[in-house]
């Protein structure tokens, strides 16, 4: 393997870009041969291709490489990640979805095709569509910024006749280490007051690694669970927001959690630890917590499965997320334009900096110092640090994943 070039990944958001350095790694034919059968089979069937391999698979690349060098030493996890049953990938398009989206379609289905045969399972939901004709460095960040978590942000790409691996440092970092760290992604986080908060999804993605032992601890501001548990009570309080009924602070996503994330009842009996420990719940048996969100949300097993798509109506559905995100975006900026503007200042208690914060009662406008300690560090991808003390690692008390497995 040869180690070439750094190239940059970026976060951006309105007014900070985070740089962060991106590892070039070619892969020899020996190193390829010496992965998991599986894996082999995945990578001969895409090699040739132009596209880009996410998720799993480079994750488990830069760990088995990672091993090789003796820095990760965690065969429970590096067990945990070899289980490759299904890819996912990113396509080039062009700059017309109407021209391409055909194309897209045949391309999709194609390769769908030949991974089932050797029993590898292909979504279209699980297929990013990239403005790019070939995945040269601008479209290689921009699928490694678009990553859930650092510890995701790692893709493979068929270049010149073999296989290379793209990883951010801070990718490597979290792997060896264990940590999850949630990304500044849309519809991860909310924003209260200009301090970014996990939302329900993001809550859920965090605990699904956790109990899948794919990573050990999280990282995020202290404040962010007292925040999220106050702008849950001030949606249901101030705006009737019925989709968290008084007992389902998750809303959906805690049977999306329980029932679809979590793979068997091992994993549902560590998320229940988790969710009781973050103070999600006081409930401690799965049974018991799956029944009891079903009857608040009034929700049944049919309601809560994965949404099988098509091809088209993937094509489809991500030509008109930014359209829609952009509409939102302009509604919202509209609605605090014409405001008369009615604000509540407070001290936000979440660190010793104690930042005055305000908003708006009527819209969604907020005044605080920009930018917030706490928002700061999350878009950098770091922990606040006071008088040498982190602010905070979480760790779960689980126990051990043998364990759990073996009392099945």
């Not at 095709?113 to 290689?140: C, H, S, W, Y």
Request: aromatic letters at 8%; proline letters at 4%.
């Amino acid at each position: 393997m040869a180690n070439d070039a750094r190239k940059e990944k970026r976060h951006w958001n309105s007014s900070r870009i985070v740089r962060k350095n991106i590892n070039r790694t070619a892969l020899d034919a020996r190193f390829v041969f010496g992965l998991p059968e599986n894996i082999q089979k995945i990578l001969a069937i895409l090699a040739g291709n132009n596209l880009e391999v996410n998720g799993g698979i480079p994750r488990y690349v830069l760990l088995h490489l990672l091993h090789e060098a003796g820095e990760f030493n965690d065969e429970v996890r590096l067990e945990i990640e070899r289980g490759i049953v299904d890819v996912d990938m990113a396509l080039p398009r062009g700059e017309s979805w109407a021209r391409s989206g055909a194309w897209l379609e045949s391309a999709g289905m194609a390769m769908q095709g030949k991974l089932a045969q050797i029993g590898v399972e292909l979504e279209p939901k699980d297929v990013q569509f990239v403005n790019t004709g070939r995945f040269g460095d601008e479209a290689i960040s921009k699928v490694l910024c678009s990553r859930d978590f650092p510890f995701n942000e790692s893709l493979l790409v068929w270049e010149d006749g073999g296989w290379v691996l793209y990883f951010t440092q801070e990718c490597r970092e979290d792997l060896i280490n264990g940590i999850g760290f949630l990304n500044p992604i849309p519809g991860l986080y909310w924003t209260v007051d200009g301090r970014i908060v996990p939302s329900p999804l993001g809550w859920a993605r965090m605990i699904k690694y956790l109990v899948s032992g794919k990573i050990d601890k999280i990282i995020l501001p202290e404040i962010s669970k007292t925040l999220y548990f106050e702008e849950i009570g001030r949606r249901i309080a101030e705006v009737g927001d019925k989709r968290y009924p008084a007992g389902c602070n998750l809303g959906k996503y805690s049977l999306i959690l329980m029932l679809l994330y979590c793979k068997d009842l091992a994993q549902q009996r560590r998320a229940m630890i988790v969710l009781n420990d973050l103070g999600f719940t006081d409930l401690l048996d799965p049974a018991d917590y799956i029944r009891e969100q079903k009857l608040l949300l009034q929700l049944s097993d049919k309601d809560i499965k994965l949404e099988k798509l098509t091809w088209q109506q993937v094509i489809e559905r991500q030509a008109k997320r930014g359209e829609k995100i952009q509409k939102g975006r302009s509604e919202l900026s509209d609605a605090r334009d014409k405001c008369t503007h009615d604000m509540v200042f407070r001290r936000c208690k979440g660190c010793r900096k104690e930042c005055s914060v305000g908003r708006c009662t009527k819209c969604t406008y907020a005044e605080f110092r920009s930018p917030l300690p706490c928002t700061a560090a999350v878009y950098e991808g770091r922990v606040l640090v006071e008088d040498g003390v982190e602010n905070h690692i979480y760790v779960p008390p689980l126990p051990k994943l043998e364990a759990v497995e073996m009392a099945e």
